[in-house]
């Protein structure tokens, strides 16, 4: 399945799960994939147990055949045996075993909790969130279910009950190495099961939703404490629940980051001007046939189909198109973003394979009435997963931290302003603290991308002298897609900055092209002015307006214009004719004037999200920029006190919270997929400005002076 595809079909199974359809998770033992544990983590789904009486019977018969063995002369690990380097000794107290198993697994550090107590975020720090504690129970309940764990029904219904009454055992967040499975984490949610003192849980709803201990939980719903049996310790924390749980949601996670790297990345190449052509089909599908370098090319050229900013091939006789072809971050994006689209797709049929799977040990084989002695609880397959994806999120953040650095330097930029500022540069540094700001992002996100598993050391009496780490990874991998998601929501930010200010360049440059033919017919009449005259003027306007960003407007169009006049007199019609110097120096400061002049005037009156804004310019691009713009209602930074009154950051903030919303994901998917269609550009009273100025901007000649757009410069925009 194709990675779009595959996150399509995600997002839809959740909306389904979550929508009060019929549709439900079904915990069978074989049946749970990255939407079910999405759905029960975040959304509060409510799974459904097979409850029926094949299932209950194949449970009763494990349970039976541990009894059975139990009681044998050969010993049973972790049954009548200590466990990993202490397995050297015997005992018949099965459950007083099981008992202690929990006790010398409950040794993590949590806070000093009291019923009823108000954590603070330190606090909170030390403990998994809630969703992840939802997504283990659910997860550990597929695998118990399967009936190889020797675990009684009473256990798998009471601990299915926690999932049913929202009960969200307290477990410390760092303590397992995933070796022997996540024993740290999994003994404090097994310990509620029993009543445990000590050991807390979440349980209520809204304003009610408060800490209690395990024994008060309990009797809120009605539960009594469980007297665990033989090996039923041992099959409750000896597993890759909590790894595989918080694995699943860095899938998902992961997912949404290679989908908005696609989308960003052809936001990218339409601000920057970049080529269509390096989409071409030819170019992936017959002579490099990667899979996921076919689909990234394929997305985005089916993007930039509509854009009127994207070019669609290179042309010599462009002045703007200097550079033969675009940069590594924009041209080499398929093949650099689509292994990282297969590595996310094979992580993800690893979990589901976990998911599916029963993780402890000793598991129990009916049909071969015997318990097999394994090591099914080592989790190397999840922290492979984990470190293919999160260093495929750091592939992805790179890519998005070399186009955010080209878009704000104005060397790079195709003619944007330094730092995309609205303002006079001199005084204007908009998105400066935004470079650095995305900088220490990608160095933290290339920091943990490092591998977890290298940093293996020897435990439990050197009995673990390997261990997989998964959890820690699953943790890092989720830590790097949120910082990813800070890096991205910057980039949308510094896309949807870039666009607008295009938008304010195309209204100039239509208007100011005219206004150089017009003032050119005024004060050379004895020249024909014509489109052959007019265009090497265009042509070098563009390089030296493009060339002179950095400089503030009035002395920008002085230096402009004192450049073109030297292009003027190299016209062989001009210098046919017998034109006073004076005319030409009166041409000059009649056009830095209006240059000037019109330049203010359109960036004052700019609205952005309007007709005239990056709306009018860009592909399906301009769903995201809506979704900004209107939606979020994120601001333009206009680089001046009085017209901003909030900072970058807040901005940013806007889209970062709502990067994670059900809406958001979609579109990105929307945007891609192409089966929703752009909404219309708006138009009437959205489009214009507040009413001052001469109407240059929009090429109406019914203000003061000489609607200059309706000349033929309107035509040398392209």
Excluded at 116 to 122: A, I, V
Excluded at 339 to 355: F, G, H, Y
Aim: net charge negative.
């Amino acid at each position: 399945m194709a990675h779009l595809a595959c996150i399509s079909q995600q997002l839809s199974s959740i909306r389904d799960l979550v929508s009060g359809s019929e549709k439900q998770v079904f915990i069978d033992g074989y049946s749970l994939d990255v939407p079910s544990v999405i759905a029960v983590a975040r959304q509060v789904h409510q799974p459904k147990l097979d409850s029926s009486d094949n299932k209950k019977n194949t449970i009763a018969a494990a349970v039976a055949l541990v009894a059975k063995l139990s009681g044998g002369e050969q010993s049973q690990y972790g049954v009548t045996t200590g466990f990993g380097g202490s397995a050297t000794t015997r005992t018949k107290q099965t459950a007083l075993l099981q008992k202690s198993l929990l006790a010398h697994c409950q040794a993590g550090i949590l806070p000093v909790i009291t019923e009823g107590k108000t954590l603070t975020p330190e606090e909170h720090d030390l403990m998994f969130p809630q969703e992840w504690i939802r997504g283990v129970i659910l997860v550990r309940l597929n695998s118990l279910i399967r009936a190889q764990s020797g675990t009684r029904w009473i256990v798998i219904d009471h601990l299915h009950k926690f999932l049913t009454h929202n009960i969200a055992p307290c477990v410390p967040l760092r303590q397992s190495v995933s070796a022997s499975g996540d024993l740290g984490p999994l003994a404090y949610i097994a310990s509620v099961l029993t009543g445990h003192e000590d050991i807390y849980a979440w349980h209520g709803e809204g304003a009610d939703r408060k800490l209690y201990n395990s024994a008060t939980v309990l009797k809120n719903v009605d539960m009594k404490p469980i007297e665990l049996i033989a090996k039923e310790g041992l099959s409750l924390i000896n597993g890759t629940g909590a790894s595989a749980a918080v694995a699943t949601i860095a899938v998902h996670e992961c997912h949404i980051a290679a989908v908005a790297s696609q989308v960003l990345t052809a936001f990218a190449v339409e601000v920057l001007k970049g080529f269509q052509e390096p989409f071409n089909p030819y170019l992936h599908e017959q002579t490099r046939p990667h899979p996921g370098q076919i689909e990234v090319a394929a997305n985005i050229r089916r993007v930039l189909l509509s854009s009127n900013l994207a070019r669609t091939h290179h042309v010599e006789s462009d002045p703007e198109m200097k550079l033969r072809q675009d940069r590594y971050c924009l041209r080499a994006s398929p093949q650099w973003l689509g292994p990282q689209l297969e590595d996310i797709l094979s992580a993800q049929k690893t979990m589901e394979i976990e998911l599916n799977s029963t993780t402890d040990n000793p598991i129990v084989d009916l049909d071969g009435d015997f318990l097999h002695h394994g090591a099914n609880f080592m989790a190397m397959a999840v922290t492979s997963a984990t470190e293919k994806m999160r260093l495929s999120v750091h592939h992805i953040a790179k890519l998005m931290f070399a186009q955010l650095t080209d878009l704000l330097n104005h060397t790079m930029n195709c003619g944007l302003p330094p730092n995309l500022a609205v303002g006079e540069p001199s005084v204007d540094y908009s998105l400066k603290g935004v470079d650095v700001a995305a900088a220490a992002y990608l160095s933290e996100i290339a920091y943990l991308s490092n591998p977890v598993s290298t940093h293996v050391n020897s435990a439990e009496m050197h009995n673990q002298s390997i261990n997989s780490m998964a959890l820690v990874s699953a943790r890092y991998t989720l830590e790097v897609a949120r910082l990813t998601k800070m890096l991205m929501s910057t980039h949308v930010f510094a896309l949807c900055q870039a666009v607008d200010l295009r938008a304010m360049e195309t209204s100039f440059r239509k208007v100011f092209f005219a206004a150089i033919e017009a003032e050119a017919i005024a004060h050379f009449p004895t020249v024909t002015i014509d489109a052959e005259f007019m265009r090497p003027l265009i042509d070098r306007t563009k390089i030296l307006l493009n060339t002179s960003t950095d400089q503030d407007s009035l002395p920008r169009f002085e230096f402009v214009t004192s450049e073109l006049t030297a292009t003027l007199l190299r016209q062989p019609t001009f210098l046919a004719a017998d034109i006073r110097l004076s005319a030409i120096d009166q041409w000059r400061v009649a056009i830095a004037k209006h240059g000037h002049s019109l330049f203010n005037e359109i960036r004052d009156n700019f609205v952005p999200g309007s007709a005239d804004s990056g709306l009018s310019l860009l592909g399906r691009t301009r769903m995201l920029y809506a979704f900004v713009r209107e939606t979020l209602g994120v601001n333009l930074h206009w680089g001046h006190p009085s017209r901003d009154s909030t900072t970058i950051g807040t901005e940013v903030a806007k889209i970062y919270h709502a990067w994670d919303t059900p809406a958001f994901s979609q579109l990105l998917v929307d945007i891609l997929e192409g089966e929703v269609e752009p909404a219309p550009i708006p138009n009437g009273g959205v489009a214009k400005a507040n009413g001052h100025g001469n109407g240059y901007a929009n090429g109406n000649t019914n203000g003061s002076g000489n609607g200059y757009a309706t000349g033929s410069g309107g035509g040398y925009v392209n």
